[in-house]
Structure formats: C-alpha cells, structure tokens
C-alpha cells in the first residue's frame, strides 16, 4: 500500500502521493455524481407519486406585489404588479378611489390571469391631477384585494434622446467633475508625512465606510418593494457578502502574485484601483436613482440639488488618489481611468434606472457597491499597517470620523 505522507505545501487537500480507495472499486468521477442521480430519482418519485395528496388541505393564499406605478400621461396610470404566489391568479377588476375602473393587462399572455413569478403592467385610462394623491385597488377573481397608493402623482417623461442626453450631463456634473476635482489634491497629499498620509487614507476610508452604511440602508428599505418570491432581504444579504468574498479572492490572487514576484501587484496602483471600482459601483446605484427619478417623474434636480451632489461627492477624489501618494507617481493615463471609473457609472446608472426601472436591480447593485466597499476599507487598513502604521491610532480614529462626519454632512444637502 503507498505511503500516505501529507504534503505540507498544500491547504489539506489530497496529494498525488496519496491513493484513495474508492467504494467496491467505483471510478471517482462515479462516486460524485451519484448523490446527485438519487436526488433526481428521489425527486422524480416525489413528484409523479404525490405522497402528501391526501394530507393537503385549502389553498395557498395570493400574494400579489405592486412594485412601482408609472404615468406616461394626465389620462393614464400604469401598474406594475407581479405574482409572488404558487398559484395562478386572475384579476377580475380595479378600483380607482373606491370606483370600478376599465383597463387592460399587457405581458400577461394576452389574458388577466398571471402564473407564478410572472409580472405584466395594468394600464388603466384615468384622468388624475398632479399632486392629489390616488388610490388603486387591485380585486382578484376570488376576492382578494391589493391596495396602492400614489403620493402626489406626476407625469413620467418617457424614453427619449433628450433624455438620455440630460441624465448624461447631470451625470457628468455629479459624478465625473466631482471626482475629477477633488483628485487635484493629489500633489499636496504626495507631500506629506507618513503620519498624516496614513490619516488620509483613514479619512478615505471613514468614506468609503458613510457610502457602505448609506447604500446598505437604501437597499434594506428598497428590498421591502421587491417582489416577495425574490426574497429581497436575503438577496440583499447575497449582494453584500458575495462581492465582498468575490473581491477578498481577487485580492487573495493578486497576493500570490505579489510572492511569484509581480511588482506591478504589490504597487499602491491596485489599491487605487479597487477604491476606483467600490466608489464606481456606489455611484452606478446612485445614477439608478437618479434615473428610475426620471423614470417615475419623481425629480427635481435643481442648481442646489446639484451643488449638494457635487460637495458629497468631491470627497471621493482623494480617497482614491491617497494609495499613490508613496512611490513612482503613476502615468496619466492611470489617473484618468481612476476617475472614469470611480464617476462616470453615475452616467451609466443613470441610463439603466431610467430605461429599466426595477426595486430588484436597484436594491442588488446597492448591495454590490456595498460589498465592495467593505473589501476595500479592509484593504486600506491592512496597506497603513504593511507601511509601519498604526490604524487605531488618535490621529486616524479621528479621520476616520472626520470622513463619516463629512460625508454626513454634505448627505444633508442631497434630497431627491
């Protein structure tokens, strides 16, 4: 029989020196795929044999979601529901302000009946007035009622190139310039000590710590609109903890790199980076706000509005551009692209929100950045330590509060 050594260079896995013996002699490949087939079989008798027929009692209740409400024009309102139950459901009448209302259902198959996970919009041609709140009531063929309420309804404008155009100018003003300016502090930070460029980096990451706990909350309370068979909270928790595990196994790869000798991994550039790719995925979740805004005419992006964005945001420059300070001042064309990535997903998102409005992609991308953002804020803490740091020191607990506190601050001048 060989000798089972274990190899101390490996993470506990088997070794090539090691022989398993298989179970009466099976092929490997053999031993793992058979769970899988009794699973199948046991699944395929389960399901022709209906074991638990005769203990079943009732039906399951409907469950119906009105996810957002869209109004193209003063003399129609357009629901957007989908059907969270196991069971098909047919609406048989809708309610306006208690009276009974025609409409029509589009996306459905052509009927009023909606199968399971399916969703289709209800257009009901009503005549509302802007600003006067306006119920709706959706009544199901086995009387099951879903009520709605629109706050202070306003005319959606509609897709167009305009608008494409506008959301990509406010965009630019809110993301791009923002971002771009406060990046101008790149040479004044080169200059300073290790002492305060570490502080810096602390104040980085105080906020990139206000954008984590900002986004998280905004997908939580976005989650409570998601179709219930989606389970947003859960799928919230999967964004966050996904890409925070998917970015740690970047990171992970980029080390081994580093010990295989690549300078280029061991180099502030890729903590620049990383920083550049967490701000860019908050952004991208704020330019979907902005543009599903648009989307439900529910914006009102005045000149302060503005200014409040371009304050909050301006902070982001220097956190990305602090990783550099130290070393080989990197090319130009690093700087730039730092900056596309972190402010122009507002552009991006902006389009996206307004083209495809949905509480499921808007609460999922808020969870990415979210992820991402908690990966990077441990990578800035790990890079003041490898550079002989203390992270827990007065000076950087105090920009570290300093960040959140700013952060907060210039929050307060954006309200959408």
């Keep these: 029989m060989a000798d089972k050594t274990q190899d101390t260079t490996t993470d506990g896995g088997v070794t090539a020196d090691e022989e398993i013996t298989q179970p009466l002699g099976l092929p490997r490949w053999v031993s793992a795929l058979l769970p899988i087939v009794l699973l199948v079989?046991?699944?395929?008798?389960?399901?022709?044999?209906?074991?638990?027929?005769?203990?079943?009692?009732?039906?399951?209740?409907?469950?119906?979601?009105?996810?957002?409400?869209?109004?193209?024009?003063?003399?129609?309102?357009?629901?957007?529901?989908?059907n969270n139950g196991p069971e098909s459901v047919t609406?048989?009448?809708?309610?306006?302000?208690?009276?009974?209302?025609?409409?029509?259902?589009?996306?459905?198959?052509?009927?009023?009946?909606?199968?399971?996970?399916?969703?289709?919009?209800?257009?009901?041609?009503?005549?509302?007035n802007p600003g006067w709140d306006l119920g709706v009531t959706l009544v199901l063929s086995d009387g099951a009622t879903f009520h709605n309420t629109i706050v202070a309804p306003s005319q959606s404008p509609g897709f167009s190139l305009g608008l494409l155009g506008t959301l990509?100018?406010?965009?630019?003003?809110?993301?791009?310039?923002?971002?771009?300016?406060?990046?101008?502090?790149?040479?004044?930070?080169?200059?300073?000590?290790?002492?305060w460029l570490h502080a810096v980096l602390l104040f980085a990451a105080g906020v990139l710590g206000f954008l984590a706990f900002d986004a998280g909350f905004?997908?939580?309370?976005?989650?409570?609109?998601?179709?219930?068979?989606?389970?947003?909270?859960?799928?919230?928790?999967?964004?966050?903890v996904g890409?925070?595990?998917?970015?740690?196994?970047?990171?992970?790869?980029?080390?081994?790199?580093?010990?295989?000798g690549d300078s280029r991994a061991s180099s502030g550039l890729w903590i620049a980076y990383l920083v550049a790719v967490g701000i860019g995925l908050h952004n991208l979740a704020e330019g979907l706000a902005i543009g599903s805004s648009f989307a439900l005419g529910r914006v009102s992006l005045g000149a302060f509005l503005v200014i409040g964005f371009m304050l909050?945001?301006?902070?982001?420059?220097?956190?990305?551009?602090a990783p550099v300070a130290r070393g080989e001042r990197p090319a130009f064309k690093h700087f730039a692209a730092l900056g596309v990535i972190a402010g122009a997903p507002v552009i991006l998102g902006g389009w996206i929100g307004s083209l495809a409005y949905s509480p499921t992609i808007?609460?999922?991308?808020?969870?990415?950045?979210?992820?991402?953002?908690?990966?990077?804020?441990?990578?800035?803490?790990?890079?003041?330590?490898?550079?002989?740091?203390?992270?827990?020191?007065?000076?950087?607990?105090?920009?570290?509060?300093?960040?959140?506190?700013?952060?907060?601050?210039?929050?307060?001048?954006?309200?959408?």
């Design 362 to 416: 808007g609460a999922f991308f808020l969870a990415i950045g979210v992820g991402a953002i908690l990966q990077v804020d441990w990578e800035i803490a790990r890079m003041v330590r490898d550079a002989g740091g203390r992270v827990a020191s007065a000076t950087n607990l105090l920009a570290f509060l300093l960040g959140l506190a700013i952060m907060y601050v210039t929050d307060l001048f954006v309200v959408l």
């Design 218 to 240: 905004e997908a939580f309370e976005l989650a409570e609109r998601i179709p219930g068979a989606y389970e947003g909270n859960l799928l919230v928790v999967f964004g966050i």
């Design 41 to 82: 079989l046991v699944l395929g008798v389960f399901a022709f044999t209906s074991p638990l027929a005769g203990v079943q009692s009732g039906t399951p209740l409907p469950d119906v979601t009105i996810t957002h409400t869209t109004l193209p024009s003063d003399e129609t309102v357009v629901l957007h529901v989908t």
């Design 91 to 128: 609406i048989s009448q809708i309610l306006v302000d208690e009276a009974y209302w025609d409409f029509r259902v589009e996306g459905a198959g052509g009927d009023q009946t909606l199968a399971p996970m399916e969703s289709a919009q209800i257009v009901i041609p009503y005549h509302w």
């Design 168 to 195: 990509a100018v406010i965009g630019l003003f809110v993301g791009v310039i923002p971002v771009a300016l406060g990046m101008l502090w790149f040479p004044y930070i080169k200059t300073m000590s290790d002492r």
């Design 243 to 260: 890409t925070l595990l998917l970015v740690q196994a970047i990171s992970a790869w980029r080390e081994g790199r580093v010990v295989a």
């Design 312 to 321: 909050h945001n301006v902070t982001e420059g220097p956190a990305v551009v």
